[in-house]
């Protein structure tokens, strides 16, 4: 089935630094892909919709600036992390759109912000 | 923003036994689809039912749409311990591809 990877699958990082993460859908093209954050014991909150050749679209209350997204190729989206802080350490997953409105999903990355 | 609600927040039950979790929205949905998250992995689709479905079956795995009521359930037969995991909600708003989850059921099988 079709798969998406995220890299890497763990960062620790000091504080000020910036992130980047990767996304690729690996036997499949995505014109679309979406980037959710996850806190400890709680559920998925979408931050942007990465749309191809075009600008991301953010939900309301994420920074554009502190979260910068690029979908660069048909198989690629990228969130980079700006002046990462501690508040920022969290689950950071990707998804890919798939048949009839479902999602497959990277298995996430883990970033924590010394 | 998060518009699911889900009970119980945390269930634990004996393998064998039958595990139900609900989920409630509050817009307009195309279809509900339930995802199940291992600890600190990503989310693998479990099920799907359209806004005109009422109720749908896959393996062990029964959903039950009330659009009246704005709820859903999942109802996990036999449990095993290997269902242990985060389940969640999701709904397929109209109009958008995005997808807004619930706050997830911790289910815990006790062998």
């Known amino acids: 089935g079709a798969v998406v990877s995220q890299h890497p699958s763990w960062v620790i990082c000091k504080s000020g630094t910036s992130v980047k993460i990767e996304c690729r859908s690996l036997?499949?093209?995505?014109?679309?892909m979406f980037w959710y954050r996850q806190f400890p014991k709680q559920s998925l909150m979408l931050m942007a919709t990465?749309?191809?050749?075009?600008?991301?679209?953010?939900e309301q209350g994420v920074e554009k600036d502190k979260f910068l997204i690029n979908h660069a190729s048909l198989t690629l989206s990228t969130l980079t992390v700006t002046s990462a802080h501690p508040e920022d350490s969290s689950f950071y997953i990707c998804?890919?759109?798939?048949?009839?409105?479902?999602?497959?999903f990277g298995p996430g990355t883990r970033l924590l912000v010394l | 923003s998060q518009q699911g609600e889900e009970d119980p927040q945390a269930l634990s039950i004996q393998e064998g036994e039958n595990a139900t979790m609900n989920c409630s929205y509050k817009?307009?949905?195309?279809?509900l689809q339930w995802y199940r998250q291992n600890s600190g992995r990503g989310l693998v689709h479990l099920i799907l039912?359209?806004?005109?479905?009422r109720e749908k079956h896959s393996g062990r795995l029964r959903v039950t749409l009330d659009t009246s009521k704005k709820s859903s359930s999942l109802l996990i037969t036999a449990s095993r311990a290997a269902d242990t995991a985060s389940y969640f909600c999701?709904?397929?708003?109209?109009?958008?591809?995005?997808?807004?989850f619930g706050q997830g059921t911790r289910l815990t099988i006790n062998p």
């Open positions: 998804s890919a759109p798939a048949q009839l409105g479902t999602q497959y």
């Open positions: 036997d499949f093209q995505a014109t679309t």
């Open positions: 990465s749309n191809e050749g075009s600008k991301a679209t953010y």
């Open positions: 817009t307009s949905i195309n279809n």
């Open positions: 039912i359209r806004s005109n479905e």
């Open positions: 999701a709904t397929g708003i109209q109009g958008a591809q995005k997808l807004v």
